[in-house]
């Protein structure tokens, strides 16, 4: 008797997911911290875990969400960021946002960085995020 037994099956595909419109900051010589923007999307019918990012630039990169406490503005660390199906999910200043920390190189406005997002099911997306000005408030255009 032949018994075929499925113990993972995954629906969403790399391409269902999406990272789009990322951007940064320009910084400064001697700073070793930046913070990545931009509008995570998941296109499946499964849900998505984020659970780890990884990049070419800085030694970590961590989920972060900024909250206002009673006036003082504070960075909590997410550890895991769970995208429903057709969830969308925007990355922006004063919210949600990716912290790179380490960095082993300044940053230069017109520059690429590149992240990659682990999710739990075992996919991986990368993205490539534009480097804006050191005043940049929003995605930078060409």
Same mark, same amino acid.
């Given at each position: 008797? !032949?018994?075929?037994?499925?113990?993972?099956?995954?629906?969403?595909?790399?391409? =269902?997911?999406?990272?789009?419109?990322?951007? !940064?900051?320009?910084?400064?010589?001697?700073?070793?911290?930046?913070? +990545?923007?931009?509008?995570? +999307?998941?296109?499946? =019918? =499964?849900?998505?875990?984020?659970?780890?990012?990884?990049?070419?630039?800085?030694?970590?990169?961590?989920?972060?969400?900024?909250?206002?406490?009673?006036?003082?503005?504070?960075?909590?660390?997410? =550890?895991?960021? +769970?995208?429903?199906?057709?969830?969308?999910?925007?990355?922006?200043?004063?919210?949600?946002?990716?912290? !790179?920390?380490?960095?082993?190189?300044?940053?230069?406005?017109?520059?690429?960085?590149?992240?990659?997002?682990?999710?739990?099911?075992?996919?991986?997306?990368?993205?490539?995020?534009?480097?804006?000005? +050191?005043?940049? !408030?929003?995605?930078?255009?060409?």
């Amino acid at each position: 008797m !032949l018994m075929c037994v499925c113990v993972f099956c995954a629906n969403t595909f790399a391409e =269902d997911l999406e990272f789009n419109n990322t951007w !940064l900051r320009a910084t400064p010589p001697g700073v070793s911290s930046a913070a +990545i923007y931009g509008d995570l +999307i998941n296109n499946s =019918d =499964d849900e998505e875990v984020l659970v780890s990012v990884t990049s070419n630039v800085a030694k970590r990169v961590m989920l972060h969400r900024t909250s206002d406490e009673r006036g003082m503005m504070r960075m909590m660390h997410v =550890d895991k960021l +769970i995208l429903t199906p057709g969830a969308q999910e925007s990355l922006s200043p004063g919210g949600l946002h990716l912290m !790179l920390t380490g960095l082993q190189q300044s940053l230069t406005e017109g520059e690429r960085v590149t992240v990659k997002l682990h999710f739990q099911s075992g996919l991986e997306i990368d993205a490539s995020a534009r480097v804006g000005s +050191i005043a940049q !408030l929003d995605f930078p255009e060409e």
